[in-house]
T-cell receptor, first 111, second 112 residues
């Protein structure tokens, strides 16, 4: 089965803790993306990576960090500096030209 | 940068009727326009896309039209069914190596 996997589906953390969200793809896609989704806000780009060992900030990168050590993996760390971390996080990937394919998402709740 | 406006934010249609969702974009260099469907608690799924070299594309009950001069594109769903209830997002991009910009979404309700 080819696709994008995100784990876990639900994640709970206490305020002040860093948390890492996993994203893996076996589609052999070069580019990978992280989006944040809040009610009524659509999809906002956090970070993206077009090749291994390289990534760029999106529109709302503050309080987040990423790494791209392998083509298949693009983990996202939500740091304690992110003021409103509770949200639905979506990972996506694409090969050369679009379209974008999304994973199932991780719902993060920070209390 | 690119800005994508999507209307309406909520749409209710009777089962069997047609639904139309409209989007406008600001960057005349945008040439790729996908539409995504998102069911509750899931990731968005691509349902149809169109590139700027065509004006219309159809896939069974779904069609997308593009007016490059007016910089707007629309999603048309005919003979709506209960499983069409979802949130739909439009998006625009200048293509490879460029960010894809999403609209804020339309929540479509199909009424029995």
């Amino acid at each position: 089965d080819g696709g994008i996997t995100q784990s876990p589906k639900y994640l709970f953390r206490k305020e002040g803790q860093n948390v890492t969200l996993s994203c893996e793809q076996n589609l052999n896609h070069d580019a990978m993306y992280w989006y944040r989704q809040d009610p009524g806000q659509g999809l906002r780009l956090i970070y993206y990576s077009q090749i291994v060992n390289d990534f760029q900030k999106g529109d709302i990168a503050e309080g987040y960090s990423v790494s791209r050590e392998k083509k298949e993996s693009f983990p996202l760390t939500v740091t304690s500096a992110q003021k409103n971390p509770t949200a639905f996080y979506l990972c996506a990937s694409s090969w050369r030209d679009l379209p974008l394919y999304f994973g199932p998402g991780t719902r993060l709740t920070v209390t | 940068g690119e800005n994508v406006e999507q209307h309406p934010s909520t749409l209710s249609v009777q089962e069997g009727d047609s639904a139309v969702i409209k989007c406008t974009y600001s960057d005349s260099a945008s040439n790729y326009f996908p539409w995504y469907k998102q069911e509750l608690g899931k990731g968005p799924q691509l349902i149809i896309d169109i590139r700027s070299n065509v004006g219309e594309k159809k896939d069974q009950r779904i069609a997308v039209t593009l007016n490059k001069t007016a910089k707007h594109f629309s999603l048309h769903i005919t003979e709506t069914q209960p499983e069409d209830s979802a949130v739909y997002f439009c998006a625009a991009s200048r293509g490879r190596d460029d960010k894809i910009i999403f609209g804020k979404g339309t929540r479509l309700h199909i009424l029995p």
